[in-house]
C-alpha cells in the first residue's frame, strides 16, 4: 500500500494527518473484507462459503461492508503513514474525520481520504540556564528532647527493682510480684468460667508501664498494695492467640511484693557497663546518630524535592495530553495497591475503581503530574548533556537487592525501567549539588492559631 501523507504540527505536542489511500488499494481492502464475508456465510440452499458474492453483499449491505473496510483501511493505513514520517506515537492517535460521513462517502472506486490526529513525544528546552541556580531549602532541625528520651529509656532499661517493705500502693514504673488467675466476663460484668490455664501464673513479674501486657491490665493496678487482691477487668486485643482474640475477662492478681525502680546514674560507668561505650558522650553520640538517620533522611528527601522544582520551573515543554493521561493512570493505580497494603479489602478497592472517581483524582492531580513530567525531561537533558551512563551491572545490583528485599517476583521490564531512572535521578542530583548554590535554614513549627475568647 502506498499512500500519501500531508503532515500538519499541531499544538499540545500533536502531529495531523492526512492520509490518502489510492483507488487501487481501497478496491482491493474492499474485496478482501467481501471475500471474508462469503467465506463465513451460511445461507439457506449454500453450502457454506459458495453463496454468490452479490447475494452476500446484498445481504450484509452497503454500510455495514463500508464500515469493515473503513476499519480496516484506517488501521493499516495510518501505521505505514506514521512509519514512512517517522512518528514516534504517544498513546492511541485518534480520527480527525467524522466516521459516519467517511462511511457514507467510501466507495471503492476512489481513493480513500481522512485525517488523523496523533499525540508525539515532545521536544523540552530549557528556557532558563539550569548550571547556576540558587535555592533554600527548610531542614527539620534535630530535636534534642529526642535524645534526653532515649537516654531516659535506656535508664529505664537498666533499672532494678528493690522490694519495699513499707505499706504503700504500686505506681507506674513500679514491678509486683503477683498471682493472678483469669475468668470469662459474665454478660453481667461479674466474673464468669475460668479461662484457659495459660492465662493464669505464680510469682509472676509485673512491670507497670504502659503498653505491658493487655490494654488496661497494668493500670488496673496502680494503688494496689502487698495481701491486696484486685479484680481487674480487660479485653484482649485483636492479635492475641485465637481463643482469647477480642475476649472481655477479669483477672484476680494477688499482690505478693512490691518493688520500688531504681534508675542508675547516667555516668561513663552505665555507658561503658550496658552499652559497651567508652564513656557517656560516645552513648550520647550512638544515640544522635541512631536517632538522626530518619531525620536526615526526611531532609535529604526535602532537598531533593527542593531542587527537581526549581529544574521543572526551567524547562520548556509542550505536554502531549495522552501522556499526561498515562502517568494518572498509573498514579491512580498505585494509590489503589497502597490501600490495598494498608489494609483495605478487594471489594473496597474494587468500589472505589470507578470513572467518576478516576475523573476526580485526574483533575486533582493533573499539576503534580505534569511537574513530574517536567522534571523527568529535565533530569533526561542534564544526563545527556552531561554524558550521564548508567551501566547493566548497576542496575542488576539494585535489581538484585529489590528481589532480596520483596521476596516475590517482579515486573522484569517495568523494574529495570523505575531503578535505570532512579539511577540516573541521583546522578543528576549530585551533578546539581556540585554546581547550584544551595543554602540550608532550619524548618520553622507551624504559627499556633489565636484561642477564641
Same mark, same amino acid.
Given at each position: 500500500?502506498?499512500?500519501?501523507?500531508?503532515?500538519?504540527?499541531?499544538?499540545?505536542?500533536?502531529?495531523?494527518?492526512?492520509i490518502?489511500?489510492?483507488? &487501487?488499494?481501497?478496491?482491493?481492502?474492499?474485496?478482501?473484507?467481501?471475500?471474508?464475508?462469503?467465506?463465513?456465510?451460511?445461507?439457506?440452499?449454500?453450502?457454506?462459503?459458495?453463496?454468490?458474492?452479490q447475494?452476500?453483499? /446484498?445481504?450484509?449491505?452497503?454500510?455495514?461492508?463500508?464500515?469493515?473496510?473503513?476499519?480496516? #483501511?484506517?488501521?493499516?493505513?495510518?501505521?505505514?503513514?506514521?512509519?514512512?514520517?517517522?512518528?514516534?506515537?504517544?498513546?492511541?492517535?485518534?480520527?480527525?474525520?467524522?466516521?459516519? &460521513?467517511?462511511? /457514507?462517502?467510501?466507495?471503492e472506486?476512489?481513493?480513500?481520504?481522512?485525517?488523523?490526529?496523533?499525540?508525539?513525544?515532545?521536544?523540552?528546552?530549557?528556557?532558563?540556564?539550569?548550571?547556576?541556580?540558587?535555592?533554600?531549602?527548610?531542614?527539620?532541625?534535630?530535636?534534642?528532647?529526642?535524645l534526653?528520651?532515649?537516654?531516659?529509656?535506656?535508664?529505664?532499661? &537498666?533499672?532494678?527493682?528493690?522490694?519495699?517493705? &513499707?505499706?504503700?500502693?504500686?505506681?507506674?514504673g513500679?514491678?509486683?510480684?503477683?498471682?493472678?488467675?483469669?475468668?470469662?466476663?459474665?454478660?453481667?460484668?461479674?466474673?464468669?468460667?475460668?479461662?484457659?490455664?495459660?492465662?493464669?501464673?505464680?510469682?509472676?513479674?509485673?512491670? #507497670?508501664?504502659?503498653?505491658?501486657?493487655?490494654?488496661?491490665?497494668?493500670?488496673?493496678?496502680?494503688?494496689?498494695?502487698?495481701?491486696?487482691?484486685?479484680?481487674?477487668?480487660?479485653?484482649?486485643?485483636?492479635?492475641?492467640?485465637?481463643e482469647?482474640?477480642?475476649?472481655?475477662?477479669?483477672?484476680?492478681?494477688?499482690?505478693?511484693?512490691?518493688?520500688?525502680?531504681?534508675?542508675?546514674?547516667?555516668?561513663?560507668?552505665?555507658?561503658l557497663?550496658?552499652?559497651?561505650?567508652?564513656?557517656?558522650?560516645?552513648?550520647?553520640?550512638?544515640?544522635?546518630?541512631?536517632?538522626?538517620?530518619?531525620?536526615?533522611?526526611? /531532609?535529604?528527601?526535602?532537598?531533593?524535592?527542593?531542587?527537581?522544582?526549581?529544574?521543572?520551573?526551567?524547562?520548556?515543554?509542550?505536554?502531549?495530553?495522552?501522556?499526561?493521561?498515562?502517568?494518572?493512570?498509573?498514579?491512580?493505580?498505585?494509590?489503589?495497591?497502597?490501600?490495598?497494603?494498608?489494609?483495605?479489602?478487594?471489594?473496597?478497592?474494587?468500589?472505589?475503581?470507578?470513572?467518576?472517581?478516576?475523573?476526580?483524582?485526574?483533575k486533582?492531580?493533573?499539576?503534580?503530574?505534569?511537574?513530574?513530567?517536567?522534571?523527568?525531561?529535565?533530569?533526561?537533558?542534564?544526563?545527556?548533556?552531561?554524558?550521564?551512563?548508567?551501566?547493566?551491572?548497576?542496575?542488576?545490583?539494585?535489581?538484585?537487592? #529489590?528481589r532480596?528485599?520483596?521476596?516475590?517476583?517482579?515486573?522484569?521490564?517495568?523494574?529495570?525501567?523505575?531503578?535505570?531512572?532512579?539511577?540516573?535521578?541521583?546522578?543528576?542530583?549530585?551533578?546539581?549539588? /556540585?554546581?547550584?548554590?544551595?543554602?540550608?535554614?532550619?524548618?520553622?513549627?507551624?504559627?499556633?492559631?489565636?484561642?477564641?475568647?
Amino acid at each position: 500500500m502506498a499512500v500519501t501523507v500531508k503532515k500538519e504540527v499541531l499544538p499540545g505536542s500533536q502531529v495531523g494527518l492526512e492520509i490518502t489511500v489510492p483507488a &487501487e488499494d481501497a478496491k482491493k481492502a474492499y474485496d478482501k473484507y467481501v471475500q471474508g464475508l462469503v467465506k463465513q456465510s451460511n445461507m439457506p440452499g449454500f453450502r457454506k462459503g459458495s453463496a454468490p458474492k452479490q447475494l452476500i453483499i /446484498n445481504a450484509a449491505g452497503k454500510e455495514r461492508i463500508a464500515a469493515g473496510v473503513v476499519e480496516q #483501511l484506517v488501521e493499516s493505513s495510518a501505521k505505514e503513514a506514521m512509519e514512512a514520517e517517522g512518528i514516534s506515537a504517544v498513546g492511541q492517535s485518534s480520527l480527525d474525520s467524522d466516521v459516519e &460521513e467517511l462511511i /457514507n462517502n467510501f466507495s471503492e472506486k476512489n481513493e480513500f481520504v481522512y485525517k488523523l490526529k496523533v499525540d508525539v513525544w515532545p521536544t523540552p528546552e530549557f528556557n532558563k540556564d539550569w548550571k547556576e541556580r540558587s535555592i533554600t531549602v527548610e531542614q527539620e532541625p534535630f530535636d534534642e528532647s529526642l535524645l534526653d528520651d532515649a537516654l531516659e529509656e535506656f535508664r529505664r532499661r &537498666e533499672a532494678t527493682y528493690v522490694a519495699t517493705e &513499707e505499706d504503700v500502693g504500686l505506681e507506674m514504673g513500679d514491678q509486683a510480684v503477683a498471682n493472678m488467675q483469669g475468668f470469662y466476663e459474665a454478660e453481667d460484668g461479674s466474673k464468669g468460667e475460668p479461662l484457659p490455664d495459660f492465662a493464669e501464673g505464680q510469682g509472676i513479674d509485673i512491670t #507497670l508501664e504502659e503498653g505491658k501486657f493487655m490494654p488496661g491490665f497494668v493500670e488496673g493496678l496502680v494503688g494496689a498494695k502487698v495481701n491486696e487482691t484486685r479484680a481487674v477487668p480487660v479485653q484482649f486485643p485483636e492479635t492475641a492467640r485465637k481463643e482469647l482474640s477480642g475476649l472481655k475477662a477479669i483477672f484476680d492478681v494477688e499482690v505478693l511484693e512490691v518493688r520500688n525502680r531504681v534508675l542508675p546514674e547516667l555516668n561513663d560507668e552505665l555507658a561503658l557497663t550496658a552499652a559497651g561505650k567508652k564513656d557517656l558522650a560516645e552513648l550520647r553520640e550512638d544515640l544522635k546518630s541512631r536517632l538522626s538517620f530518619e531525620v536526615d533522611q526526611a /531532609n535529604d528527601a526535602a532537598m531533593v524535592k527542593a531542587m527537581e522544582d526549581e529544574l521543572a520551573g526551567t524547562i520548556e515543554v509542550d505536554l502531549p495530553e495522552s501522556l499526561i493521561d498515562q502517568q494518572t493512570r498509573t498514579k491512580f493505580a498505585a494509590m489503589m495497591s497502597d490501600f490495598k497494603q494498608s489494609g483495605a479489602s478487594d471489594e473496597q478497592v474494587q468500589g472505589m475503581i470507578t470513572k467518576e472517581n478516576y475523573a476526580k483524582y485526574a483533575k486533582t492531580a493533573r499539576g503534580n503530574v505534569e511537574t513530574m513530567l517536567k522534571k523527568s525531561f529535565a533530569i533526561q537533558l542534564i544526563a545527556d548533556e552531561e554524558g550521564v551512563t548508567i551501566e547493566d551491572e548497576e542496575v542488576d545490583a539494585q535489581l538484585d537487592l #529489590l528481589r532480596a528485599e520483596l521476596k516475590e517476583e517482579l515486573d522484569e521490564e517495568s523494574a529495570r525501567d523505575k531503578v535505570f531512572a532512579n539511577l540516573q535521578r541521583n546522578a543528576v542530583v549530585e551533578i546539581l549539588k /556540585n554546581k547550584w548554590t544551595i543554602a540550608t535554614v532550619d524548618k520553622q513549627p507551624p504559627a499556633e492559631e489565636p484561642e477564641e475568647e
